[in-house]
């Protein structure tokens, strides 16, 4: 555990942006945790990987970073293992610690950045699986009285890249542990999604194994989102959004080629990717930011960028989405400060 001030934040989310905060500190243990809890600040985050935030402007309060390790096998019966990691643990290291051990469940999440923590407060999903398939608990220490609690799935009120700590209980825990479900061989590999199953193809791939296709997700990722490490980005900025049926005959008509994947309870998902390509910003650059030239759906940073200019393309963005389409795109990245609008 150690503790500074005025501190730069570059290097500690993956947009890069050279913001700073009153304070920092970083946890090991829930122990660590609850000593930081006694310091008088009144405005505090959990920061893990930071690769679902943008920073808006500085922090004038104290950032708590997450590193509490360690993965363990917590229950085996039959084909079914429960296991449980540190909400510091890095996710795709965990998803290669599960595939060296024969588990499946986890492959088709493989390469989203960001650490354990952070995976149940979005409910990380990809290529048709998200985390609250396999989850089945959550330690958390509640910020304000120090006391842990455990959460279950149903407790986490899961959704499309929604939890409960996205709006009720925001800000409001600290996630110290994380407990999943997985399988032991591949009876249940997810491969209809996305183009999992050609890359596979294109890898000479019939009887995949989850391996192959952690694999096959690695490099269909790899080929189409750029690296942190040297252009700044948060991933997918915003949701892919809902409509009703009737409304996707609606815009089927008017744009036929654009894409339709049924949801629940008669509501139809289309690709906010698509939309904004659509709009003319894939691969555009506007000053020190832009819509990246593979993926319109991710904002990046040219390297000199500040918060207020990327919330300001991202909302330029929206703008045309909604001027052209009717559609309101809303974002996936946790907004930290108060964006100009």
């Given at each position: 555990m150690?503790?500074?001030?005025?501190?730069?934040?570059?290097?500690?989310?993956?947009?890069g942006?050279?913001?700073?905060?009153?304070?920092?500190?970083q946890?090991?243990?829930?122990?660590?945790l609850r000593?930081?809890?006694?310091?008088?600040?009144?405005?505090?985050?959990v920061?893990?990987?930071?690769?679902?935030?943008?920073?808006?402007e500085?922090?004038?309060?104290?950032?708590?970073?997450?590193?509490?390790e360690?993965i363990?096998i917590?229950?085996?019966?039959?084909t079914?293992v429960t296991?449980s990691a540190?909400?510091g643990?890095?996710w795709?290291?965990?998803?290669?610690?599960?595939?060296e051990?024969?588990?499946?469940?986890?492959e088709?999440l493989?390469?989203?950045?960001?650490?354990c923590?952070?995976?149940?407060?979005q409910?990380?999903?990809?290529?048709?699986v998200?985390l609250?398939?396999?989850?089945v608990?959550l330690?958390g220490?509640?910020l304000?009285?120090?006391?842990?609690?455990r959460?279950?799935?149903?407790?986490?009120?899961?959704?499309?890249?929604?939890?409960?700590f996205?709006?009720?209980l925001?800000?409001?825990?600290?996630?110290t542990?994380?407990?999943?479900?997985?399988e032991r061989?591949?009876?249940?590999?997810?491969l209809?999604?996305?183009?999992?199953?050609?890359?596979?193809?294109a890898?000479?791939i019939?009887?995949p194994t989850?391996?192959d296709?952690s694999?096959?997700v690695v490099?269909i990722?790899q080929?189409k989102?750029?690296?942190?490490?040297?252009?700044?980005?948060a991933?997918s900025f915003?949701?892919?959004?809902?409509?009703s049926?009737?409304?996707a005959?609606?815009?089927?008509?008017?744009?036929?080629?654009?894409?339709?994947?049924?949801?629940?309870?008669?509501r139809?998902k289309?690709?906010?990717?698509?939309?904004?390509?659509?709009?003319?910003?894939?691969?555009?650059?506007?000053?020190?930011?832009?819509?990246?030239a593979?993926q319109a759906?991710?904002?990046?940073?040219?390297g000199?960028a500040t918060g207020?200019e990327?919330w300001?393309?991202?909302?330029?963005v929206?703008?045309?989405?909604?001027?052209?389409?009717g559609?309101q795109l809303?974002?996936e990245?946790?907004?930290?400060?108060?964006?100009?609008?």
């Amino acid at each position: 555990m150690f503790i500074a001030t005025d501190v730069s934040l570059r290097s500690y989310h993956t947009f890069g942006l050279d913001v700073r905060t009153a304070a920092l500190a970083q946890f090991n243990t829930e122990a660590d945790l609850r000593e930081l809890l006694n310091l008088d600040w009144t405005s505090r985050m959990v920061l893990g990987g930071g690769s679902n935030v943008l920073f808006a402007e500085d922090y004038e309060g104290l950032v708590l970073v997450n590193r509490i390790e360690g993965i363990s096998i917590e229950e085996e019966s039959g084909t079914t293992v429960t296991i449980s990691a540190g909400a510091g643990v890095n996710w795709h290291g965990l998803v290669l610690w599960s595939l060296e051990r024969g588990l499946s469940g986890l492959e088709n999440l493989s390469l989203i950045p960001g650490t354990c923590g952070a995976a149940p407060i979005q409910n990380i999903g990809a290529y048709g699986v998200e985390l609250s398939d396999v989850f089945v608990s959550l330690d958390g220490i509640d910020l304000t009285t120090g006391r842990k609690r455990r959460f279950t799935a149903e407790d986490c009120r899961f959704g499309y890249r929604y939890s409960i700590f996205k709006d009720q209980l925001k800000s409001q825990f600290a996630i110290t542990r994380i407990t999943l479900r997985l399988e032991r061989g591949t009876n249940r590999l997810s491969l209809e999604y996305g183009a999992i199953r050609e890359e596979l193809d294109a890898m000479e791939i019939r009887n995949p194994t989850a391996a192959d296709v952690s694999r096959a997700v690695v490099r269909i990722r790899q080929s189409k989102l750029p690296d942190p490490e040297v252009l700044g980005n948060a991933g997918s900025f915003f949701k892919n959004p809902e409509v009703s049926a009737m409304r996707a005959a609606e815009l089927s008509e008017e744009f036929p080629k654009m894409p339709f994947w049924p949801m629940a309870e008669g509501r139809v998902k289309t690709s906010a990717g698509w939309l904004i390509e659509q709009c003319g910003w894939k691969g555009r650059r506007v000053g020190h930011v832009g819509c990246y030239a593979r993926q319109a759906l991710v904002l990046v940073n040219y390297g000199e960028a500040t918060g207020a200019e990327l919330w300001e393309h991202a909302q330029r963005v929206a703008e045309s989405v909604a001027s052209r389409f009717g559609i309101q795109l809303i974002p996936e990245v946790n907004v930290v400060g108060q964006p100009r609008s």
